[in-house]
């Protein structure tokens, strides 16, 4: 299969204008390049490959670099929604932000 090519490249901090706009939060640590998603409107966050929510919220399966990956943890957690989902596992779609907020604080890693 041959690789897909990119028709646009996305910035860290840049807002598409889309859905009423999406903001672009740049999230190394799983893998360098990889971005989350968040839509204020909705009050949704798309956590990418951050966290996990397969048997319960937790790491994802490993990380390139575990310091930004914790970095990342950390942002995402700061931020303010409602829902998130996420590359693997079910979305969180009631108090997510405080549950992210709960794991990154009371992880000891």
């Not at 090519?5 to 706009?21: H, K, N, R, V």
């Not at 996990?52 to 914790?70: H, K, S, T």
């Amino acid at each position: 299969m041959a690789p897909v090519g990119i028709d646009q490249s996305l910035t860290d901090g840049e807002t598409l204008p889309i859905a009423g706009g999406i903001d672009v939060i740049h999230v190394p640590g799983h893998c360098a390049g990889q971005v989350a998603l968040l839509w204020r409107p909705g009050r949704m966050l798309f956590g990418a490959d951050v966290f996990m929510n397969v048997a319960g919220l937790g790491d994802p399966l490993g990380f390139e670099n575990i310091a930004d990956g914790r970095a990342s943890q950390r942002k995402l957690a700061s931020l303010s929604f409602d829902a998130v989902g996420f590359g693997h596992g079910k979305p969180i779609v009631r108090d997510a932000m405080t549950r992210l907020r709960k794991w990154t604080k009371l992880d000891a890693r």
